[in-house]
């Protein structure tokens, strides 16, 4: 409004008039909203998303999430799995070095804080976990991480009520193989169901839906509501299988070249000498019809080759798959340790115990968050601190100690087993410096040579037991 002070005229806002324009405003808006769909479908759903993941679920069965057939069935490929783990030394010896430093590892349950209900509460939890009747944390840790060869690891708790507290009773390893439809809604899984053989009435059922709250779910490298995951050795697979038919043909061959081809020499014209010479050769090899007759010189029986006989030298392509099959399942930081050491390659060998420790804390976070944060809703120590105590705003958590931090035997041999395998393909002087000064060893005294980092050192067994 215009108000008049001498002479001149002012522009003055009235008292409540600019709150007056913003509610006109804000209605105008909301008018608008109602008519125009552009506002209409944020305004009403403004946390709603409008894609998909793109998984195949058809009535909770998962289709086309592998190019191979032999894995686009659950329970073909998991056999699948299953028989190169079993056959294959290198491939088990991979998985073996994965494992084993993170089931060894320090597991402490942390407070939320160090308040006394707090500590109390994560007192509970770890004398659930580490201290419990029915299972052991070790059984529980490597129920877990089937999930390495397997993809994914399914467990269902079972609860029992202690002293007026919930518990778990036990965490009840489901095979991977009998999981036969996901159920899943807005990107949860909600419950599984198993086609499986039952051991108490020896027949086999479809067991009713196991629903959210009774579920343990782990994946490697999940994609959208790929809930099966991805196996660590599914890309060493190949090798596997060109591998396999080597060593077959190896064998054949050994055993046609250790023992030679036999070998008949007579004269030409005879032909009652030259029936007895092929029975001869016929017998001096049991089940076999291959022999070679000549005629040219003297009576003669003998074999041709033997063991200087093999043919084609197979070991360096068998040799290269087991590098492939380390690689591919060592999740790519196996790169590091292959170089050549004219081509500055020790920089990178002094890298690979740490590249092996960043991929197995990897797993072992992997670990902790699912139990910690829960994966789709189902959190493991939440669940339980909810079922016992209300209006809890923090929790406690899972932590697993660092690898360097691990007992001294245990690291070695996890290093060891790496080497072996092709994991870690030296061990240096200058990892040993590193490794004693994590472990607290004292120092080594080296000549000049070895200070350059020119011959590779083990550690004595001796000094082990020293420490």
């Known amino acids: 409004m215009q108000i008049q002070i001498g002479n001149k005229d002012y522009s003055v806002t009235p008292p409540g008039y600019l709150n007056k324009v913003r509610k006109e405003n804000l209605a105008l808006a909301e ?40 894995f686009q069935n659950l329970e073909t490929g998991i ?22 430093p993170i089931l060894r590892a320090t597991a402490t349950i942390k407070p939320a804080s160090q308040d006394n209900a707090d500590i109390l509460i994560a ?3 770890e004398s659930n976990l580490f201290e419990n009747d029915h299972f052991t944390y070790g059984q529980w840790l490597k129920n877990i991480l089937y999930y390495f060869e397997f993809g994914f690891e399914v467990l269902e708790k079972e609860f029992e009520l202690v002293d007026g507290k919930w518990r778990w009773k036990m965490w009840h390893h489901r095979r991977p193989e009998t999981i036969w439809k996901w159920d899943s809604k ?44 991805e196996s660590v050795i599914r890309s060493a697979y190949r090798s596997f299988l060109s591998k396999d038919r080597l060593i077959r043909l190896q064998n054949v061959q050994a055993e046609r070249g250790a023992v030679g081809v036999p070998h ?38 003998g074999f041709f080759g033997g063991k200087d006989f093999f043919g084609l030298d197979l070991k360096p392509y068998i040799e290269f798959h087991n590098n492939e099959i380390v690689e591919a399942a060592g999740a790519g930081f196996t790169q590091q340790a292959k170089g050549d050491s004219s081509q500055g390659s020790r920089a990178k060998q002094e890298a690979d115990i740490d590249f092996f420790a960043l991929a197995l804390e990897s797993h072992t976070s992997n670990v902790e968050s699912v139990n910690n944060n829960g994966s789709f809703g189902m959190q493991s120590i939440r669940q339980l601190v909810d079922l016992n105590h209300k209006n809890v705003e923090k929790y406690p958590k899972l932590e697993i100690a660092k690898i360097s931090q691990d007992d001294v035997q245990d690291l070695m041999t996890s290093l060891k087993t790496a080497k072996e395998t092709g994991l870690i393909d030296k061990w240096t002087n200058k990892d040993e410096v590193r490794g004693r000064e994590k472990l607290g060893w004292i120092e080594r005294e080296m000549d000049d040579e070895e200070e350059r980092g020119v011959s590779p050192v083990i550690p004595q067994e001796n000094e082990l037991e020293e420490a």
């Open 264 to 301: 008949g020499i007579m004269k030409s014209g005879n032909t009652t000498k030259k029936n007895e010479m092929i029975a001869s050769l016929q017998n001096l090899r049991s089940h076999e019809e291959s022999y070679i007759v000549s005629s040219e010189g003297d009576f003669e029986l």
């Open 123 to 125: 007192k509970e939890i």
């Open 79 to 100: 056999d699948e799995y299953r028989q190169m783990k079993r056959i294959d030394p290198v491939i088990r010896g991979v998985l073996n070095a994965l494992k084993q």
């Open 186 to 229: 807005n990107g949860e899984l909600k419950s599984i169901v198993q086609q499986a053989f039952d051991v108490d009435t020896q027949k086999w059922l479809i067991t009713k839906p196991i629903k959210q709250k009774s579920l343990f779910h782990i994946a490697n490298e999940m994609e959208g509501l790929n809930f099966q995951g």
């Open 31 to 70: 008018e608008k909203a109602k008519t125009d769909t552009r506002f209409l479908n944020l305004l009403q759903n403004p946390g709603k998303t409008k894609g998909t993941s793109g998984t195949q679920i058809v009535n909770g069965f998962m289709f086309d999430e592998d190019t191979n057939v032999i």
